[in-house]
């Protein structure tokens, strides 16, 4: 391609909008343009990148067994109510675009397609000898993000690589979702990307375990605990580790002690000289079940512990049977408003004890709401702890849970795993921490789709057996623009050689020079016949303007028909790491097939 006939546009300076170096710099230099608020036209530039990661994705799914196929971007809301999550997406975290047709009937734009495959699945799978079977596809995907930003990583429409399993049984399952495994590796490993696999909360897709793949980079949104030994690895919402050890508390007896102005452990711990693993932390939640039926969750945890509200509410919505529902609809601190309607008196926040619900909620109202009690494993095995005495300035010390508390039945992980904790496989080894883009995810799903929607086959006793299902994603727009942050330096982009949209790009620095236009117009005939994807900078700019725009752009290696033709040589620029060489010219496209090849390409 000439870049004389592109659609070829860049800024000189950072675009107002983007806030992230990988924004401003795939607007900056043209493959971008924001059309609304998180919608984004991908130009040519970008849209060959797009295709090459596409194909990578490809060929990777092809050879581990998956079919391509196309599902509908417009789906049914029927589907969704079957499985239970149209309330879910489209009221709890409001990110489905919901419409109604001229019928009145409801739909609503994919941001998934587990309810669209599992419906397809139950038509067309009848017998086990179908199973397993495999399906993909790469697709625009649609989410009403309440704040849209970072550009292609948090946009509202997005394209996505998602595949189905349909499965005998979970062993079944487990060999198909290691065979994701090694093909989702195999794709990062192919787009060049500083990958690192971590354990993963499956969220609102549900399912039993799930694995995210993180592009490391400072400027990722989610936070990831490793441990140097690279045994263990997880998304902070995921992670678990072990707590520091408690130290005992100074408090023998238990009585009611004035603390004025202690809202706070840190300010409770030092006004009583104690450590605040010896105090018991009561926090209160309110939540929305989709029965219509409002909660209040009073939560005991260690105060030197934060709460995993990921792992508290995935908690909350396995307790959701209780309350002749399916999911959460919202899940918050009860502000002051809520608190008038069942509340005594106002709550004595930084103060509340592990007996709320006795002594400071209404109980005989209609509207009162029902009360779940829950701790967290750190405060099981605390004695003569500290904790608060529904009222304010005053907490209780010397406290013991079977004396002075009852300790609630429901006791889970809900606490939040940090840098510097030990590892459960191994106490020697603490937790550290990078920044990650999530590109990846997969999720052993089991029987939660083919169970709510009926998606059966019969087994070799003929007997009627849920399908065992996993799904297995990829952004592909997010993996394109994670690749830019993860390598990107003060002049612009530095793609991966297999994903970058030209591997080469040769430059005339004066179009009135005839002997550079014509050894530039032979390198670039040549370097393409040569199956090297080679543009031609012909535009009349100043040579200075083409090669800031080079390195912009991030093409992998410049060729200059400039001063040293007349040695018969052109100079060669390597884009990551600037280093320039003088080459032959019969001998560019023999050196840049070696460098290319070097870069890690595989073809398949």
């Known amino acids: 391609m000439r870049l004389s006939q592109q659609l070829f546009v860049t800024l000189r300076e950072d675009p107002a909008e983007a806030e992230i170096p990988s924004h401003k710099c795939l607007v900056r230099a043209g493959y ?52 239970g999550r149209w309330d879910t997406y489209t009221k709890a975290e409001g990110i489905m675009f919901a419409l109604t047709d001229r019928q009145k009937r409801e739909l609503g734009l994919g941001p998934t397609h587990e309810e ?9 799978i009848r017998s086990y000898r179908q199973l397993p079977v495999n399906l993909y596809q790469i697709q625009t995907k649609f989410r009403d993000e309440i704040r849209p930003r970072f550009g292609l990583m948090r946009g509202r429409e ?46 609102a897709i549900g399912g039993s375990a799930s694995q995210e793949f993180m592009v490391l980079a400072d400027a990722g ?10 045994k263990y690895a997880a998304n902070v919402e995921k992670a678990v580790s072990l707590p520091a050890d408690k130290v005992a508390s100074p408090f023998k007896k238990f009585a009611k002690k004035e603390t004025p102005n202690t809202n706070t452990i840190e300010s409770l711990a030092k006004f009583l000289d104690c450590s605040a693993t010896a105090i018991v932390k009561n926090v209160l939640y309110e939540v929305v079940y989709d029965s219509g039926i ?9 105060g030197d512990q934060e709460v995993n509200e990921v792992k508290l509410q995935n908690e909350l919505v396995r307790q959701a049977g209780r309350y002749n ?70 907490h209780l010390v010397g406290a013991n849970w079977g004396k002075d508390f009852i300790l609630p039945e429901l006791i889970v992980d809900l606490r ?112 393409n016949q040569a199956g090297i994807e080679t543009l031609l900078d012909d535009r009349n700019e100043r040579a200075g303007v083409k090669f800031k725009d080079a390195d912009l752009i991030g093409i992998p290696y410049r060729i200059v028909t400039g001063k040293s033709l007349k040695s018969g040589k052109v100079e060669l620029v390597e884009r990551a790491s600037k280093k320039a060489s003088e080459v032959a010219i019969n001998e560019v496209v023999s050196y840049l097939k070696t460098a290319i090849a070097k870069s890690g390409i595989v073809r398949t």
């Open 416 to 527: 939040k795993a940090r840098v510097g904790d030990r590892a459960i496989h191994d106490p020697n080894q603490t937790l550290q921490s990078a920044r990650g883009i999530e590109v990846g995810h997969i999720f052993q799903l089991g029987y939660k789709y083919s169970q709510a929607m009926n998606a059966f086959y019969t087994n070799e006793a003929g007997e009627s057996t849920p399908i065992c299902m996993g799904c297995y994603g990829i952004g592909v727009s997010r993996l394109a623009q994670a690749a830019v942050e993860q390598s990107y330096d003060k002049d612009g982009i530095i793609w991966p050689v297999a994903i970058a949209p030209y591997q080469a790009i040769v430059v005339i620095p004066n179009l009135a020079d005839a002997e550079q236009v014509k050894t530039a117009e032979s390198l670039y005939n040549e370097l």
């Open 325 to 394: 529902a399916k999911t959460i609809l919202a899940l918050k601190i009860p502000d002051a408003a809520a608190q008038q309607q069942w509340a005594t008196k106002p709550l004595p926040l930084g103060y509340i004890a592990p007996d709320l619900e006795d002594n400071l909620l209404k109980k005989a109202s209609d509207i009162a709401p029902k009360f779940l009690r829950i701790a967290d494993n750190t405060v099981t095995d605390l004695e003569n702890f500290i904790t608060g005495a529904n009222e304010t300035g005053f």
């Open 294 to 302: 409002t909660v209040l969750v009073l939560l005991h945890i260690r």
């Open 116 to 124: 669209v495959i599992t419906a397809v699945a139950r038509d067309l």
């Open 32 to 83: 971008i343009r924001r059309i609304g608020s998180g919608i984004y036209a991908y130009l040519p530039l970008m849209w060959r990148v797009l295709q090459k990661v596409s194909q990578i994705v490809r060929e990777e799914m092809n050879k581990a067994g998956a079919q391509e196929c196309l599902l509908p971007q417009l789906q049914p809301a029927e589907l969704w109510q079957e499985s």
């Open 158 to 203: 997005f394209i996505m690589k998602d595949a189905y399993s349909f499965n005998l049984d979970e062993e079944c399952l487990k060999k198909t979702y290691r065979a994701m495994d090694i093909a989702y590796r195999n794709i990062f490993r192919r787009c060049g990307l500083a990958f690192r696999a971590v354990e993963a909360d499956s969220g």
């Open 221 to 230: 949104e989610d936070e990831v605990l490793f441990t140097a030994d690279e």
